[in-house]
C-alpha cells in the first residue's frame, strides 16, 4: 500500500522538444540581398518555452581577389513558445554583399519542464 502524497513514480518531463526545419532546404544557395525564409515546428510531449536561432559563417569560401571587403553576417532571434506544438516562420535579409561560404543555422528550442530539456538542431546553406 502507498502512502498519501506519492505516486509512486517520478512525474518530471525528461523527454527533450523535437524540431523539424521546414526552411532553408538543406545546402540551399543564396546571393547577397536574399530574403531567406526561416520555418520550423517545434513540439514536445507537455509543454514548449522558448527558442533561439543563431546564423553563423561555419566555412568560408576561398576567394582569389576581393575589392569590396565582404560584410561578416550573423543573426540571433529568440521567441516564446506555448502549447504542445508551434510552427515559427520569418525572414532573415542577407546583407548586400556577405561573406561567402557555408553558414550554419543553429535553432535551440527549450521546453518548460524544471528540467528544461534542450533540443538543437543545425541547418546548413551557403551563400555564393
Request: charged share 25%; hydrophobic share 35%.
Amino acid at each position: 500500500m502507498m502512502s498519501c502524497g506519492s505516486s509512486g513514480g517520478d512525474d518530471t518531463d525528461k523527454e527533450a522538444p523535437g524540431i523539424t526545419i521546414k526552411s532553408p532546404e538543406a545546402k540551399e544557395s543564396f546571393v547577397g540581398d536574399a530574403i531567406v525564409k526561416v520555418s520550423f515546428t517545434a513540439t514536445d510531449n507537455v509543454a514548449l518555452k522558448s527558442y533561439v536561432v543563431n546564423v553563423k559563417l561555419t566555412k568560408a569560401a576561398s576567394v582569389a581577389s576581393v575589392k569590396v571587403a565582404p560584410e561578416v553576417f550573423t543573426f540571433d532571434k529568440s521567441g516564446l513558445l506555448s502549447g504542445k506544438t508551434q510552427d515559427v516562420a520569418f525572414d532573415m535579409t542577407l546583407p548586400g554583399n556577405p561573406e561567402k561560404g557555408e553558414y550554419t543555422i543553429e535553432i535551440k528550442v527549450t521546453d518548460a519542464s524544471t528540467e528544461e530539456n534542450i533540443k538543437s538542431e543545425p541547418r546548413i546553406f551557403v551563400v555564393e
